[in-house]
């Protein structure tokens, strides 16, 4: 049995926004029966046409697919179209108190349905619905070379959901977008485009590339949740004063602040924001 | 909430009775049944009584059996030996809906330099016979077929196909755990020369099965050690796990008409007040012969881990061949090879009932599906495009 979290198992049992919008501004549909699950979402945006007023699913899948379109439904209400297209699926899976890692192709897809749903309603064309596969060539940006032909994924796909979600290996691309799940004879391709990914982003000396804001939260979330902690077990504490491009500043504080081996501390900060968000960042230490 | 369990094809209840004549087994009667002195010995008295009830229920004599820890082992060791014992012979034949102890197996041995051929079944699951007479020759070193798949419950003509392979001078082997305890099974009127038998599949605890070897059947071993088992299948024995599959056997043989009237009543009263209240929906294996237990209903437009999980909700614990539920991508092997069109694959449920369920069971199912269904197909954007 899978070991789903309380809040999966809400939004699967008392699913959020289920139905349609019959004057819906945009919609957005992904997946199919062959795959074994397909998401149709509606937006309906206010009065201004700025924000999403309201947004429904339908949802063909397990319970982790209906868990992640309600929750999807719920996180981009009130926001932006911009605000939303920022929504990633590692958003709708934290949104959910985490996925098993079989099922992250679950999020992904309300990623993707999203995405379509808003590029349609931009006037980006968007081929037709291709009810037999559509994973990943739903709409131009993901145009490309067909990797899985079972699930109908193309490269461009890939190499989006692996750079996002800084997967490593086969197994992860296919529980994040099952890519390679089924017959598995594009297994050898997807090692490649991985391959690809890894060398270009060390080429670049980063990670594919983060919009600021996305950057910001990372640096955020890092510094919240594996540096504070351990600074805060020796008595110290730290704080971010600002992020300026590549450039992070830092204060100690507490114990650490004045401690002799804080210029090993900013060190370690430094290697553990490169290893976790993004390879060029500098911090430096600042005495605000 | 009191669980209905119609989920015994994955496993069952242990019957107070077996687990009441194995008890003693463990901290009292603990001895070694290789031991010389009588501590051992009364433990032994009782292996060979075992045995004597596993092979009755088989129509079978004691010696033709070999204890070991569960069907996969059987299987295993099946394979293993007929290949062992005729290495001339490098083709193995065997089906695309067994289990996968037997399937993963023969596909590693296929990696390792052995030809594999996998017969193909018709929609309704049934083997192709046709293909299994074309695909053994003299080259052929075992068939091995099951008796019953797991997931429809269809039954394979084991009997007529172990006749085909004896005229080549192939080994037979046929997976029965699903078989052994639902329908009469007799090795003393077959051809089949071997056949597993699991003991969490008819009310014996799990961690024990046997491999019954027809008498005169080349055999070698998969473990090799002591004598036990008749230098068959080394290890110390698990007494207590060998009674009680004794006993879950001589029960089985006793309940044997049971099955095939009550319960069988029971499933196919399940099976009828489903279909008839569910639109859109076909039996897998419908049109074939099934286990007297087991029922396998697709489902369109609605994915089978979602209604399992409903339906857990409320206690009912069912099975599915899609799939989400067992981590892979794909609907089941067995599914896929039936050709069940994919607008319903995904659907599955497996009902597999027991000798303990209850009217009261069915009559749950019966009230609590049809309204998950409805909502899962409201939910599904197929359901309302369809289903109009």
Request: glycine share 8%; charged share 25%.
């Amino acid at each position: 049995m899978w070991d789903y979290t309380p809040k999966v198992k809400d939004h699967f049992l008392n699913p959020r926004n289920v139905g349609d919008i019959a004057d819906a501004d945009a919609v957005g549909e992904v997946g199919s029966l062959a795959c074994g699950d397909a998401l149709k979402l509606y937006l309906k945006l206010d009065d201004k046409k700025e924000k999403i007023a309201d947004a429904k699913f339908q949802t063909f899948g397990c319970a982790s697919a209906i868990a992640s379109s309600s929750a999807l439904t719920e996180m981009v209400k009130g926001k932006t179209l911009d605000e939303a297209l920022a929504v990633t699926n590692q958003d709708i899976a934290e949104f959910l108190g985490g996925l098993p890692e079989e099922k992250m192709h679950c999020s992904v897809m309300g990623q993707e349905a999203l995405e379509v749903a808003i590029f349609k309603y931009r006037g980006m064309e968007i081929p037709e619905h291709d009810a037999e596969h559509d994973h990943g060539h739903a709409y131009p940006e993901y145009e490309g070379n067909l990797v899985c032909k079972c699930f109908g994924i193309t490269d461009t796909f890939l190499k989006r959901v692996i750079a996002d979600n800084h997967l490593t290996t086969v197994e992860q691309v296919t529980n994040f977008t099952k890519a390679g799940g089924a017959c598995g004879s594009c297994l050898p391709r997807i090692k490649e485009i991985i391959a690809e990914v890894l060398d270009k982003d060390k080429e670049s000396g980063a990670r594919p590339k983060l919009s600021n804001l996305k950057k910001m939260q990372l640096i955020q979330e890092v510094l919240e949740r594996d540096i504070r902690p351990l600074l805060r077990a020796d008595g110290g504490d730290l704080e971010l004063i600002d992020i300026d491009g590549d450039l992070v500043q830092i204060a100690f504080r507490k114990a650490c602040a004045g401690c002799v081996s804080s210029g090993n501390t900013a060190r370690y900060v430094q290697m553990k924001l490169r290893e976790l968000v993004y390879e060029g960042l500098i911090v430096t230490e600042v005495s605000a | 909430m009191k669980e209905i369990y119609l989920d015994n094809n994955a496993t069952t209840r242990v019957d107070d009775a077996v687990f009441e004549e194995m008890r003693p087994y463990f901290c009292e009667l603990y001895g070694n049944p290789s031991s010389m002195h009588y501590f051992g010995g009364q433990v032994q008295s009782k292996v060979t009584e075992a045995r004597k009830r596993v092979a009755d229920l088989l129509g079978a004599t004691p010696e033709e059996i070999i204890f070991t820890a569960c069907g996969t082992e059987s299987d295993n060791t099946a394979i293993r030996s007929a290949l062992e014992v005729m290495p001339e012979r490098r083709h193995i034949i065997t089906s695309r809906v067994e289990h996968p102890a037997i399937l993963s197996f023969c596909r590693e041995l296929a990696s390792k330099g052995y030809s594999v051929t996998e017969i193909g079944v018709d929609g309704a699951g049934r083997l192709n016979m046709d293909e299994y007479k074309q695909a053994i020759d003299d080259n052929t070193a075992i068939v091995s077929l099951m008796w019953a798949n797991n997931e429809t419950g269809v039954i394979f003509p084991v009997e007529e196909a172990a006749a085909i392979a004896k005229r080549h001078g192939a080994q037979f082997h046929t997976d029965a755990v699903q078989t052994v305890g639902k329908i009469p099974v007799n090795m003393a009127s077959s051809k089949i020369d071997m056949l597993s038998v699991s003991g969490h599949k008819l009310h014996a605890p799990k961690g024990i099965g046997a491999l019954y070897v027809r008498k005169g059947t080349p055999f070698k071993p998969l473990i090799v050690g002591g004598h036990q088992e008749k230098n068959r299948r080394a290890g110390t024995e698990n007494t207590a796990a060998i009674i009680a599959l004794g006993k879950a056997c001589q029960l089985a043989g006793e309940f044997m008409e049971f099955e095939n009237t009550v319960v069988k009543a029971k499933c196919e009263r399940l099976e009828k007040e489903l279909m008839a209240a569910i639109p859109h929906a076909q039996v897998n294996g419908g049109g074939a012969e099934r286990l007297p237990n087991t029922t396998s209903i697709a489902f369109e437009f609605v994915e089978g881990e979602a209604i399992l999980l409903l339906l857990s909700e409320l206690g009912i614990c069912a099975s599915s061949g899609s799939a989400c539920t067992s981590g892979s991508l794909e609907p089941s092997h067995v599914l896929r090879a039936m050709g069940v069109p994919f607008t319903c694959a995904h659907g599955s449920v497996r009902f597999s009932l027991s000798r303990y369920t209850t009217d009261a069971e069915i009559d749950a199912v019966v009230k609590e599906l049809p309204p998950i269904i409805a909502r899962l197909r409201q939910m599904s954007p197929f359901g309302r495009e369809f289903l109009k």
